[in-house]
C-alpha cells in the first residue's frame, strides 16, 4: 500500500507549513498567513478629508499601492483616529467641519511627529506656509492627480523611516546630527525636527559654505523633481532656525545666500 499525500492549497498567499506523517500517510498542511504578513510591512495611511469621493479615489490609489489606509471626514474625528491608530502618515484637507485642518496639524505636531501631506484647495500662499510652518512636510493643491500623491507619499514615508545605509554622525561646533537615527542635538539637548527639516539640515550641513537653491533643496527632502513652491523651503528655513538658532535673526549656521537660497556655515 503506498503512502498518500494531501494538501490543503492555500493559493499563491504567502503561508506557514506543517508536516505530520505515519507509517502509512503524509499530511501536509498549509496554512495562510498572508494578512498577518500584511499588517507587519504594511505603512498605514490615515486620510483626513470630507469630500467622500475623493477619499474612495485616493483610498483605491494607496491600497493598490500596498498601503493600509483609515479615513475620517471630520477634523475632529480625524484627529482622535490619530491618537487611537498612530498611522505611518497623515494626508489632511484643512477645509474641514469640526476642526479646522490647520488646528488638526497643530495637535499632531505638538503631540507627535507623524508625517503630514496638506491637501488643500486654498490657494493663498499664507495658508500653505502657515500649514508648513506648523510642522507639515509637504502640500498638494487640489485638483491633484492621485499618482503624485502616492509618490509625494513614498517619498516621505522613505525620509520618515530613516533606512539609510552606513551610521554616519555629523559633529559641528555643539551640533550632533546622527545621519541613521534621524536626530540631532545641540549642546547635548535634542531637537524636535520634523523628516523635512532634517533632510534640509543633513543635505547642508554634510557641505558647509557650500550654497544651496531653494529647488536643489527641494528635490532634496522629496526626493523626486516635483514641482514645489520655492518658497515652502522658506517656511522650514524659519522653523530651522527657530530651533538651532539661539538668534534666528543673526544666524550662526544657516545663512542666506542672496539671490540663491541658502548654505550652511563653516565654522
Known amino acids: 500500500m503506498g503512502r498518500r499525500i494531501s494538501l490543503t492549497n492555500v493559493g499563491r498567499s504567502f503561508a506557514s507549513l506543517r508536516m505530520t506523517y505515519s507509517k502509512e500517510n503524509l499530511h501536509i498542511e498549509i496554512s495562510k498567513t498572508s494578512d498577518v504578513f500584511k499588517k507587519k510591512t504594511m505603512s498605514k495611511i490615515l486620510i483626513i478629508e470630507d ?15 500596498n498601503f493600509d489606509v483609515s479615513t475620517a471626514y471630520r477634523g475632529d474625528t480625524g484627529l482622535s483616529t490619530w491618537q487611537h491608530e498612530r498611522p505611518d502618515l497623515v494626508l489632511l484637507d484643512l477645509n474641514l467641519p469640526g476642526m479646522d485642518g490647520l488646528d488638526v496639524a497643530r495637535e499632531i505636531r505638538r503631540k507627535g511627529d507623524t508625517p503630514i501631506i496638506m491637501l488643500t484647495a ?19 493643491t487640489k ?8 509618490a509625494k507619499v513614498r517619498a516621505v514615508l522613505r525620509r520618515s ?38 533632510d534640509i539640515l543633513s543635505t547642508m550641513a554634510a557641505n558647509p559654505g557650500r550654497a544651496f537653491s531653494r529647488m536643489r533643496l527641494l528635490e532634496a527632502t522629496q526626493g523626486a523633481a516635483f514641482e514645489g513652491y520655492e518658497r515652502t ?8 532656525r527657530a530651533k538651532l ?8 549656521y544657516i545663512e542666506t545666500v542672496f539671490g540663491i537660497g541658502y548654505r550652511f556655515a563653516r565654522q
Not at 143 to 150: I, Q
Not at 174 to 191: C, F, Q, T
Not at 245 to 252: A, F, H, R, T
Open 233 to 240: 523651503i522658506d517656511a522650514h528655513i524659519k522653523n530651522l
Open 143 to 150: 485638483p491633484f492627480s492621485p499618482r503624485v500623491v502616492v
Open 161 to 198: 523611516a530613516a533606512e539609510t545605509s552606513p551610521t554616519q554622525v555629523l559633529r559641528i561646533a555643539d551640533l550632533e546630527i546622527d545621519m541613521d537615527a534621524y536626530a540631532v542635538s545641540k549642546a547635548g539637548n535634542p531637537l524636535d525636527l520634523t523628516p523635512t527639516e532634517f
Open 245 to 252: 538658532e539661539s538668534d534666528p535673526k543673526n544666524p550662526q
Open 51 to 65: 469630500e467622500p469621493e475623493l477619499v474612495k479615489v485616493l483610498r483605491d490609489y494607496l491600497e493598490k499601492a
Open 122 to 140: 486654498r490657494v493663498e500662499e499664507t495658508d500653505q506656509l502657515i500649514g508648513l510652518e506648523l510642522g507639515a512636510d509637504d502640500y498638494v
